[in-house]
């Protein structure tokens, strides 16, 4: 059983389409975040939502957006893409907000390149 | 600005002895750390955690060692299995802060020769 999945695994596109990532966790857990891996190997977290709610939100184009149906998924919309998007995309899962030493569950990943 | 460091971005040992694996930070509002490993075509998997009230926490094969005055922590395997060989990142948050993110370092990949 895949505790925090990801689709797709894999994403090539061309620079200007608009794509999503999507990401779901069958762990029961309130809290849920997108990680962004890119050429230089730093995990960074972009978003986090606790219960559908916003609750961390770093410097990220407005491109980006992220979209949270119920606590069980979290998906990532990307508008007109661009070539420094291509990364790796982690989605991640904790049982609780506002406990900082919460372990975080992760994803796969999904790899996408912008041409 | 890198606030959690790895600064050896690979390390080779053979098995059944120590790999010690170090990481520095710089925010001296961390205060919980932890190092997660990776596969290829896999995610993160947390690995081993430590409070700053404490200079060493282990489990099993895996000991995590805290130096505040210095900022420093390290992790050591022992005795290294082939079965070890991924990437290991190092993490760090304020765990007290408002909001809840960790800052990882770039990963150290290790490889247990056989």
Redesign the interface.
């Known amino acids: 059983d895949t505790a925090v999945s990801q689709t797709p695994k894999y994403l090539v596109t061309q620079m200007g389409n608009d794509k999503s990532i999507k990401c779901e966790q069958n762990l029961g857990h309130d809290t849920m975040y997108w990680y962004k891996q890119d050429s230089k190997k730093f995990l960074k977290i972009m978003f986090s939502y606790n219960n559908k709610e916003l609750i961390i939100n770093e410097t990220v184009p407005n491109r980006f957006s992220p979209k949270s149906p119920d606590k069980a998924h979290l998906n990532l919309h990307i508008n007109s893409l661009e070539l420094g998007d291509s990364a790796v995309y982690f989605c991640a899962s904790s049982l609780l907000a506002g406990v900082g030493t919460d372990t975080q569950y992760f994803g796969p990943g999904t790899r996408l390149t912008v041409l | 600005d890198?606030q959690v460091k790895q600064n050896s971005p690979s390390l080779s040992v053979q098995e059944g002895r120590i790999s010690i694996l170090n990481c520095d930070y710089t925010n001296s509002m961390f205060d919980?750390f932890?190092w997660?490993k990776k596969y290829p075509?896999?995610?993160?998997?947390?690995l081993i955690?430590i409070?700053s009230i404490k200079d060493k926490n282990e489990d099993g094969r895996f000991t995590v060692f805290l130096n505040k005055s210095a900022k420093h922590l390290s992790l050591h395997i022992v005795p290294s299995q082939p079965g070890d060989s991924a990437v290991y990142?190092c993490a760090a948050?304020?765990?007290?802060?408002s909001?809840?993110?960790?800052t990882?370092?770039?990963?150290t990949l290790l490889t247990v020769n056989p």
Not at chain 2, 93 to 97: C, D, E, R
């Open positions: 890198q919980y932890l997660y075509a896999e995610g993160p998997t947390f955690s409070s990142f948050t304020n765990s007290g802060g909001n809840y993110k960790l990882f370092g770039k990963g």
